[in-house]
C-alpha cells in the first residue's frame, strides 16, 4: 500500500486529487496539510512514502517543504503537482530531491502513474513541463539561474511582498542575512528594488500577479516618506 501525503493550501484541490489517488486499491491518503510547516508537522504521524507536493503556497512554499522533508527523510518520495510547468520551478525542484513534476492539467491515470513511479524510485515528469525544462535553458528563465537556492527563496518571498523579518522567520534566517540576500539577488537579477524585482518575478510566472500583495506596496521600495505619499496618491487619484 503506497501511503500519501497532500501538500496544498487549496481544500478543492487536495479533495480532488485524494478522490484520484484512492480510487486506486493500492494507493491511500494519510494526511492533508495546507502549509509546508503543516506538511514538516504531520511527517512523523503519518509516516508517508510519497508527498504530493503543491509550489505556492502560504509561509514556507513548496520548494523549502521539499528540501526539509527530504533532510528529515530521505527515504521520502516527493511529486510535485502544481500550475507553474514553466520556468525555474522544475529544475529546481528536481535538483532538490523531488522524483515527480506534474502540470495540475494532468490527466488521474497521469497523476496516479507519477505517484506510483515515485514509490518505486523512479522519475516522472509530464511531457509537457519535459518539453519546457528541455527549451528552457538560454530562455528568460534563466534569469534566476545564478540564484542560490536560498537566494531563490529569499526572492520569492520578497517579491510576495514578505518583509525582511517575515522571510528570516520562515526560512530559520537573521534579519541580517536576509537583507544581505536581498543585496546580491537585486545586483544579480539587475532590479533596483522591491518593486522591479515583483514585476520580473509576475513577467517569468515566478509568482501570480495577485500573489505579489507587498511587492507592489511601497514600504520596501527604500523611498523617501514624501515620495511614498506621491506616488501612493498617483496610484489611487
Do not use: W
Amino acid at each position: 500500500m503506497i501511503r500519501v501525503l497532500l501538500v496544498d493550501d487549496h481544500a478543492l484541490v487536495r479533495t480532488g486529487i485524494r478522490r484520484v489517488l484512492e480510487d486506486e486499491p493500492d494507493i491511500v491518503v494519510v494526511g492533508e496539510a495546507s502549509t509546508g510547516e503543516e506538511a514538516l508537522a504531520l511527517l512523523d504521524e503519518t509516516r508517508p512514502q510519497v508527498v504530493v507536493m503543491d509550489v505556492s503556497m502560504p509561509g514556507m512554499g513548496g520548494l523549502e517543504a521539499t528540501h526539509r522533508l527530504l533532510r528529515r527523510d530521505p527515504d521520502l518520495r516527493v511529486v510535485v503537482v502544481t500550475v507553474h510547468g514553466a520556468g525555474p520551478f522544475p529544475r529546481r525542484f528536481m535538483e532538490s530531491g523531488a522524483l515527480g513534476y506534474l502540470h495540475k492539467g494532468c490527466s488521474a491515470e497521469e497523476c496516479r502513474r507519477g505517484v506510483r513511479l515515485a514509490a518505486h524510485g523512479q522519475v516522472y515528469i509530464s511531457q509537457e513541463v519535459a518539453q519546457n525544462l528541455a527549451f528552457a535553458r538560454g530562455g528568460p528563465a534563466d534569469a534566476f539561474t545564478d540564484l542560490s537556492e536560498q537566494e531563490f527563496e529569499v526572492m520569492l518571498r520578497t517579491a510576495r511582498g514578505y518583509s525582511t523579518g517575515e522571510t528570516a522567520r520562515a526560512l530559520f534566517l537573521s534579519p541580517k542575512t536576509v537583507a544581505t540576500y536581498r543585496s546580491r539577488i537585486f545586483r544579480k537579477l539587475g532590479v533596483r528594488g522591491v518593486v522591479d524585482l515583483a514585476h520580473l518575478a509576475v513577467s517569468h510566472a515566478m509568482i501570480d500577479p495577485d500573489q505579489a500583495r507587498g511587492g507592489l506596496q511601497l514600504r520596501d521600495t527604500g523611498l523617501s516618506r514624501p515620495q511614498r505619499r506621491r506616488a501612493t496618491r498617483r496610484r489611487t487619484g
